[in-house]
T-cell receptor, first 112, second 112 residues
């Protein structure tokens, strides 16, 4: 059974800092790994999708990496802004390709 | 292109009642998945439908059911509501050529 863990559970940084969010998974037989952002009381916004054959994906200030052999993914956020404050969730697609197993999230606060 | 639409956004029901939630996927998406999000358990997979057939089911009691129509719209039903069913219910759709999941804003169900 796939298990996904995210560390840290919460993170507070000053504006402008670069930061890394971590995600680990127990079953390396994944189809892909997806990073989401969730604002309070809202749905999930897809940030980046990394296919199992890829090592990283980039979108603007965001860069996500995937290391299947070690069961790890990281989300790098450059030059953080207060608008980046949200909960960040990673999800591994395994077994049925569209069944996602989610981590518990990292709550990020970027202080002005 | 419109995103995933979930209705209603908020619901208050009494214990023992039943409830039906609706999800309209992004145009062209034929896969629809449902997830339950609670503070204690996080995001958990309920079931996935593709072309009107349930392809995968999570570990939830039989009170939770769903269906998909020929236009790919999906409904989920919860019967004999319990206080513990209070949660944010999220629907996601995926395009035919990708496993990337796109989520709606969710339906907030409160059982009193």
């Amino acid at each position: 059974k796939q298990e996904v863990t995210q560390i840290p559970a919460a993170l507070s940084v000053p504006e402008g800092e670069n930061l890394v969010l971590n995600c680990s998974f127990t079953d390396s037989a994944i189809y892909n790994l997806q990073w989401f952002r969730q604002d309070p009381g809202k749905g999930l916004t897809s940030l980046l999708l990394i296919q199992s054959s890829q090592r990283e994906q980039t979108s603007g200030r965001l860069n996500a990496s995937l290391d299947k052999s070690s069961g790890r993914s990281t989300l790098y956020i450059a030059a953080s802004q207060p608008g980046d404050s949200a909960t960040y969730l990673c999800a591994a697609a395994s077994g049925s390709a569209r069944q996602l197993t989610f981590g518990s999230g990292t709550q990020l606060t970027v202080l002005p | 292109k419109a995103g995933v639409t979930q209705t209603p956004r908020y619901l208050i029901k009494t214990r023992g009642q039943q409830v039906t939630l609706s999800c309209s996927p992004i145009s062209g998406h034929r896969s629809v998945s449902w997830y339950q999000q609670t503070p204690g358990q996080g995001l958990q997979f309920l079931f996935e439908y593709f072309s009107e057939t349930q392809r995968n089911k999570g570990n939830f009691p039989g009170r939770f059911s769903g269906r998909q129509f020929s236009n790919s719209r999906s409904e989920m039903n919860v019967s004999t509501l319990e206080l513990g069913d209070s949660a944010l219910y999220l629907c996601a759709s995926s395009p035919p050529d990708s496993t990337e999941a796109f989520f709606g804003q969710g339906t907030r169900l409160t059982v009193v």
